[in-house]
């Protein structure tokens, strides 16, 4: 087995602000398993827009603005009692990080000993007593942002694929997401989806998802990425600012998967059929939307909001990789000590598919 050394790389969130809360170390003391949780050595971690938003306290309710409005700065009107994804006040330092693919290189009390060398992908949210109750890896526990990391061993899913590490990071968090919106709006073979932001982690996840159950896809993107969106599955690709309404009238799509919001929320109940379903994980266009109740009642319209993962969800997903269903889409990779240039890069919105960080040795 190989020796697991006392300390380790990683990045310390050290508050609420720019990138000047993000601390790289060399001298974090390795975490030790617990009782039913594992030790992975870390191959490849993705960056996210949840990442980038805990920073900068985009979660507070003080905040309306989009996302990459305070991604270099973080936002002076946020306050941090309520800044957590949970509304709750963050605990700093952090190691943070939801994607994480790796090797287990050591067990706590009550894993079988067999695990050792396994490879895993990491399900991101631990799940709670409840339902809609979780802990989010990187979040309210430390995450993948290190050369090691500690999780519950059932959230550690084996996997068998040729894949690298780099390109299975990508997965985790931004399918998982996808796949668990796809879900909760029961999308069918041969339904009408209509997906935003179709171009990032999730969006992109989503139209490769989509595809796979056999809908008929329309994507919104920028024209500079609409080739890459439509290798991905996507039948039509419209401008991010595209007039919904004028191209497709007020009933057209069964299933509308969101994770812009903004001001662009009102015209996607419009297009969707009476009797349609809407699902949400995301706000990057701006948390803040107009509804008129008028469209969702008279319409018998279904709004879901997506952050739990559906207990099937992450199986499902392990079992589409390892049989090739869905393929990665990596946009870049950076070492960990580069994570400032890695995030800049994620808010220019500039690639398709994930930007993943390698710890390295």
């Known amino acids: 087995m190989t020796e697991i050394p006392a300390t380790m790389s990683a990045v310390l969130l050290t508050g609420n602000g720019g990138f000047e809360c993000l601390s790289y170390r060399t001298d974090v003391p390795v975490p030790q398993p617990r009782a039913g949780e594992v030790l992975i050595r870390v191959g490849a971690c993705g960056v996210n827009n949840t990442d980038i938003n805990t920073r900068t306290a985009w979660y507070s309710k003080s905040v309306t603005a989009a996302t990459e409005a305070g991604g270099g700065d973080g936002f002076a009107e946020a306050k941090t009692e309520d800044s957590g994804w949970t509304g709750a006040v963050p605990q700093f330092p952090r190691i943070q990080g939801a994607d994480a693919a790796g090797s287990i290189v050591a067990v706590g009390a009550g894993v079988d000993p067999a695990r050792v060398g396994q490879r895993v992908l990491v399900e991101p949210v631990f799940r709670g007593a409840t339902r809609f109750e979780a802990t989010y890896f990187g979040s309210e526990v430390d995450g993948a942002f290190a050369q090691f990391a500690r999780v519950p061993s059932v959230h550690a899913h084996p996997i ?3 894949l690298t590490d780099t390109e299975l990071a ?3 968090c931004a399918y998982s997401a996808a796949e668990n919106m796809l879900t ?6 041969g339904e009408r989806v209509l997906i935003t932001g179709a171009s990032g982690g999730v969006g992109s996840a989503a139209v490769q998802l989509a595809r796979r159950r056999g809908s008929d896809i329309t994507a919104l993107a920028s024209a500079e990425k609409a ?3 439509r290798a991905l599955g996507a039948a039509r690709v419209e401008p991010r600012d595209a007039d919904l309404v004028a191209l497709f009238g007020q009933e057209h799509f069964d299933v509308v998967i969101d994770v812009a919001g903004g001001t662009g929320f009102p015209a996607l109940l419009q297009v969707l059929k009476r009797g349609g379903r809407y699902g949400v994980a995301g706000a990057i266009s701006g948390p803040i939307a107009e509804l008129d109740l ?3 009642y008279l ?3 279904t709004l879901y909001g997506c952050t739990i993962l ?4 992450f199986p499902n ?3 589409y990789i390892e049989r090739g269903e869905i393929r990665p889409v990596v946009a870049g990779t950076y070492p960990l000590s580069q994570i400032v240039e890695a995030q800049r890069a994620f808010l220019t919105k500039q690639h398709v598919g994930k930007i993943v960080l390698v710890p390295g040795a």
């Open 227 to 229: 080739d890459g969106v």
């Open 310 to 313: 559906e207990p099937q969800v």
């Open 299 to 301: 319409k018998d319209l």
């Open 294 to 296: 008028r469209t969702l």
């Open 160 to 162: 068998e694929t040729a």
């Open 184 to 189: 909760r709006t029961a999308l069918a073979a």
């Open 317 to 319: 997903l392990v079992g």
């Open 170 to 172: 990508s997965f985790p």
